[in-house]
């Protein structure tokens, strides 16, 4: 049942990154904006899912330390540690998402549909 879980994860993390991507695509091409502004926006996309992520991770640290006084609390140092460690490749993951979805709502502007 594990697996259920990773692939709605899954999912909704590719659907949110090229969504934006694409709503960003779209409003650069509608707004007739530079294609800088695009990347521009594309990278603010990125930087969501990592700024979720850490600001989860120190979320529940502090509700784990608040429940547990008097113990050594090293268990949310670490999986912070862990977190920032794999954040640049969900960095990664996440950009090029994103200009995906950005790339599709420029050919989609240009032809009217996919070919």
Do not use: Q
């Not at 007739?32 to 990347?39: A, E, F, N, Q, S």
């Not at 926006?41 to 700024?51: E, R």
């Not at 862990?82 to 790339?103: E, H, M, Q, R």
């Amino acid at each position: 049942m594990m697996w259920i879980r990773l692939a709605a994860s899954i999912i909704v993390f590719v659907g949110s990154c090229v969504g934006l991507g694409y709503l960003a695509g779209f409003c650069v091409r509608r707004r007739k904006w530079p294609r800088w502004v695009g990347g521009l926006l594309s990278f603010a996309i990125a930087c969501l899912w990592p700024a979720i992520l850490v600001g989860s991770v120190i979320y529940t640290g502090r509700r784990y330390v608040a429940e547990h006084p008097g113990e050594v609390n090293d268990a949310p140092a670490m999986v912070l540690m862990g977190v920032i460690t794999v954040t640049p490749l969900i960095f990664a993951i996440d950009l090029s998402l994103a200009l995906i979805g950005s790339y599709i709502a420029r050919r989609r502007g240009a032809g009217g549909a996919l070919r």
